[in-house]
């Protein structure tokens, strides 16, 4: 037995190939295999209760375990029939580049190696795409919108300090301060709440500005909360919109909101994790316009992009203010472009990491494989085929949209004549559907709240889903509905 985890080349040419005929059936035949499969007790309880091995396995071996224990029991986003959340399927360079950056393995903490300029360049490439600015800006690859919520709320609020002569890096939030006030709308992501928290700010420090009636944030309120606030002696400092929320794809009207900012001279984050990259489909450009005037977007090119989880970006518009938000590099050892050794400024200066992996290097294949065009392409196929599902479901006596349809994500019920009208059993209903449907595996849907009520939620995200696959999920719900009803 050999000390540490080398293999001789054979051995690893050898697993790699095995690896690579799993991969390639997982992802081949996922046509041919239930979207999900609930896992049986017995199946959670070998993954749970497994013992470390006091003497090392064979490779071999646990290849084999991970293929019969493992493998089979993917989440089901690889298959053209999930609709759930936002999880799309591995673009399969991805997988390949995922292989190939682990093989490289560097850390983008920073220096002066090859991952450090693809990210610069992915980065920079996922700016163009969207149209934000590419000078004076930064961003960094993160695990996803929920850091990257952090590092641009953290950017907002050291603006906000810095722009009222507080250390805040120094003194945090203690102190007779004067409460800073974040606005969000009810539709806004969780990961917002979760970043406020972290950043000190408090839950409490959340105003909820409401939405009008395509779930869009109310402006008028967010003009007169701002007002309110200022009045009570607060400080407003941020406004978090969303470029297609995660229930129903709504995109908040950023043009009046960053008009807002502006006058406010508030900070404006845009959560674009999900809808960000719809500036590329004709039809939706306009709606979101404005995201070229934000101060800082997340954006997650695991969501509508098929790169392989994890991969979310956070851009923001004054990459000098970022560095202030995160450097403990005295500026004297810092490195700078063009001077001394170490390459361009450090990644690690920019964010919460250190340790950084290599997620750049699916990002920049992925992008270069599909091309402006080709995500395009990709954006408005998903879109049509959304508005494809959202017509279905509205021709069908027996659903309704419970909002409208927006970017790829739609919203609905089913609402058999017996139950109109009767709000608590149509819930209790549409819940053992979404169950039936999620457990019989010919497809799978997640749920949402729409204004109280449980609503199913499709999201359409796969290339390889056809408009065939949107009329068998409405049979099969109706289908499950149809069971769920004779025992409720
Ligand atoms: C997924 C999502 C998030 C959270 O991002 P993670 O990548 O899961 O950290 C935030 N906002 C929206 C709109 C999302 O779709």
Known sequence: MSHGPALDREAFRDLARAALELADGHLGGVRERAVFQPMKPDERRRL???RLPDEGRAPRAILELFRDAVLPHAMGNGHPRFFGWVNSPPAPLGVVADFLAAAMN???????????YLERAAVRWLMELIGFPTTGSMGLLVSGASVASIVGLAAARQHAATAHGWDIRADGLQGARPRLRLYVSPEGHGCLRKAAELLGLGASAIRTIPVGARFEMDVAALRDAIAADRRAGDLPFCVAASAGTVGTGAIDPLTAIADLCERERLWLHVDGAYGARAVLAGSEAARVAGMERVDSLALDPHKWLSVPAECGAILIRDGALLRDTFSLVPPYLRTEEGKGFGGLPWFSEYGV???????????WMVLQHLGRAGIAAMIERHIALARHLA???????DFELLAPSSLSIVAFRYVPDALRGDATRLDDLNRRV????????EAFLTNTLVNGRFALRACVLHDATTEADLAALVEIVRRAGAQAL???
């Open 391 to 397: 017509q279905l479901v509205d021709a069908a006596p």
């Open 486 to 488: 004779r025992v409720i």
């Open 106 to 116: 560097p850390s983008c903490a920073g220096g002066d190696h090859a991952a450090i």
């Open 48 to 50: 749970l209760d497994q």
């Open 353 to 363: 990491q250190q340790t950084r992996g290599f997620r750049a290097l699916k990002l």
């Open 434 to 441: 979404m169950e039936q449907v999620q457990s019989e595996g």
